[in-house]
């Protein structure tokens, strides 16, 4: 199955400098969106690039990464994710075997070597408000184990509720049906929505930990409590409940 790649950059020109290297040699075709002046910095031959004449949500440069691709399977990274050599042969070939897998993820690492709680399940009300507020104080940044599901550590591919938009292979057939992205997120919880609509529609989505990834995740939301990125948080869960209001139920 063809791969294309979509990655994003806002600014990141240096993390690009490892990341891209990395990736290109896996995929089909590799599309580089520019958000902004500085964010390409000089790419790989192979690499092709669009510079936007203004800033756009990360879901709607996503939609225009897929929209300038063709391969049937289409990976969205991140410019901070650094994929091992296998990482996508892994994950295509798993989709392969899958018709019905619409999302695949990777096991993602820290740079330390430890893993990063990636594999997730939906948001609840009372999970939400506790990973939001100062509530989480009483367990640490990634509080509330059975949402990051800190006791499960598969050796084999498992489903999953949503996984970390750092890095996930995506059928184009699922993209097409479900409408892609939404571009109404402006950075966050856009990826748990794309994944919850993917479910409703019955894709299926798996954690494939053969698939490893290095990704530098800031977690600027799990660190602090008084940001722009708490803001723009808030508003992308209070879009997600909007859309999906039947969530309010599941306390």
Same mark, same amino acid.
């Given at each position: 199955?063809?791969?294309?790649?979509?990655?994003?950059?806002?600014?990141?020109?240096?993390?690009?400098?490892?990341?891209?290297?990395?990736?290109?040699?896996?995929?089909?075709?590799?599309?580089?969106?520019?958000? !902004?002046? &500085?964010?390409?910095?000089?790419? =790989?031959? $192979?690499? *092709?690039?669009?510079?936007? #004449? %203004?800033?756009?949500?990360?879901?709607?440069?996503?939609?225009?990464?897929?929209?300038?691709?063709?391969?049937?399977?289409?990976?969205?990274?991140?410019?901070?994710?650094?994929?091992?050599?296998?990482?996508?042969?892994?994950?295509?070939?798993?989709?392969?075997?899958?018709?019905?897998?619409? !999302?695949? &993820?990777?096991?993602?690492?820290? =740079?330390? $070597?430890? *893993?990063?709680?990636?594999? #997730? %399940?939906?948001?609840?009300?009372?999970?939400?408000?506790?990973?939001?507020?100062?509530?989480?104080?009483?367990?640490?940044?990634?509080?509330?184990?059975?949402?990051?599901?800190?006791?499960?550590?598969?050796?084999?591919?498992?489903?999953?509720?949503?996984?970390?938009?750092?890095?996930?292979?995506?059928?184009?057939?699922?993209?097409?049906?479900?409408? $892609?992205?939404?571009?109404?997120?402006?950075?966050?919880?856009?990826?748990?929505?794309?994944?919850?609509?993917?479910?409703?529609?019955?894709?299926?989505?798996?954690?494939?930990?053969?698939?490893?990834?290095?990704?530098?995740?800031?977690?600027?939301?799990?660190?602090?409590?008084?940001?722009?990125?708490?803001?723009?948080?808030?508003?992308?869960?209070?879009?997600?409940?909007?859309?999906?209001?039947?969530?309010?139920?599941?306390?």
């Amino acid at each position: 199955m063809s791969v294309s790649a979509v990655v994003v950059s806002h600014g990141h020109a240096r993390e690009l400098e490892r990341s891209l290297p990395a990736l290109l040699p896996q995929v089909d075709e590799l599309v580089l969106v520019a958000n !902004v002046p &500085g964010s390409a910095g000089d790419v =790989p031959a $192979g690499v *092709r690039v669009i510079e936007n #004449r %203004r800033p756009l949500s990360l879901s709607a440069n996503v939609n225009l990464g897929v929209a300038s691709t063709s391969g049937e399977l289409v990976l969205f990274s991140n410019p901070d994710a650094l994929a091992a050599p296998d990482a996508v042969a892994i994950l295509a070939s798993f989709m392969a075997e899958h018709p019905r897998c619409g !999302v695949a &993820g990777p096991q993602l690492l820290w =740079p330390d $070597g430890s *893993r990063q709680p990636s594999r #997730r %399940r939906f948001p609840t009300v009372g999970g939400t408000i506790v990973r939001r507020t100062p509530l989480r104080r009483l367990r640490g940044p990634f509080a509330q184990r059975d949402h990051y599901l800190l006791d499960e550590r598969p050796a084999a591919p498992v489903p999953a509720d949503w996984m970390l938009g750092a890095f996930l292979l995506q059928r184009r057939a699922m993209l097409d049906e479900i409408g $892609g992205w939404d571009p109404g997120f402006r950075h966050y919880v856009e990826d748990i929505d794309l994944q919850y609509r993917a479910a409703r529609a019955g894709w299926e989505r798996w954690y494939v930990p053969a698939a490893v990834v290095t990704h530098d995740y800031a977690a600027v939301i799990d660190r602090t409590f008084f940001s722009r990125h708490t803001w723009w948080h808030l508003r992308g869960m209070a879009r997600f409940v909007r859309k999906h209001p039947e969530r309010l139920t599941a306390l």
